[in-house]
């Protein structure tokens, strides 16, 4: 990577930690604030029109993104069918700190602070990945997340953690105040108006990429 890989518009990049490669796309601003790096949910993928438009929520805001897939595609293929993988948070956890890593080592980026932006199942893998890390994670935000899934992992979590769930999603609320008792990081639980777990309905994404812009700018600042 070189200069003139750091563009506006992501570009494909490959990211190899041991004999497995996952396939991401990285958008950098020349004078980014922030790396924010995506741990989607089951079902989902870097090329979601979801993921897409919170990312470019991010870009908007000076934020450099990096979408990736937590899985390769057999492990996909896999997982659609024993639905097991996506619940294994050790696995994802480790696969979204070996891309911090490989983000870190990138002479052009590795300068800049590092937040995590996690849904459903990815909310756990961010949480137990920020713990394992430490201080060069800034800040987290979890959207519809399964916090419950980083079990004990809760309370080594350093990083201001930011939990959204949608009114209507009942279950996952209980689960994300049970969540917020157990952090003793900065943290705070915004619950959206109207909201379902997916966040499907009119407007409501983009509320959450709001919320999420303003979590990291309040905590991702280098000044």
């Known amino acids: 990577m070189n200069g003139k890989d750091i563009v506006t518009k992501g570009i494909d990049v490959s990211i190899a930690p041991g004999p497995i490669t ?37 870009q908007k805001a000076g934020f450099g993104t990096l979408l990736f897939d937590l899985l390769t595609e057999e492990e996909e293929e896999m997982d659609f069918k024993s639905r097991q993988l996506r619940f294994d948070i050790s696995l994802l956890a480790t696969r979204l700190a070996e891309a911090t890593i490989w983000v870190t080592q990138k002479d052009e980026i590795k300068h800049l602070r590092v937040g995590y932006f996690g849904a459903s199942t990815g909310g756990a893998a961010a949480l137990v990945a920020a713990a394992k890390i430490g201080e060069r ?14 079990g004990e992992t809760l309370r080594e979590v350093k990083s201001p953690t930011l939990l959204i769930v949608g009114e209507r999603d009942e279950v996952v609320i209980g689960i994300n105040q049970q969540a917020l008792l157990k952090l003793t990081c900065p943290k705070q639980l915004k619950i959206v108006p109207r909201a379902s777990h997916l966040f499907e309905e009119s407007g409501v994404l983009e509320e959450v990429a709001q919320l999420a812009t303003e979590w990291f700018q309040r905590h991702l600042s280098d000044s």
């Open 22 to 58: 996952l396939r991401g796309e990285l958008s950098v601003l020349p004078a980014a604030k922030a790396m924010v790096l995506f741990a989607h949910g089951s079902g989902s993928s870097r090329l979601s029109p979801r993921n897409q438009s919170v990312a470019r929520t991010f």
């Open 137 to 150: 994670i800034g800040a987290v935000v979890s959207r519809g997340g399964r916090p419950d899934l980083a």
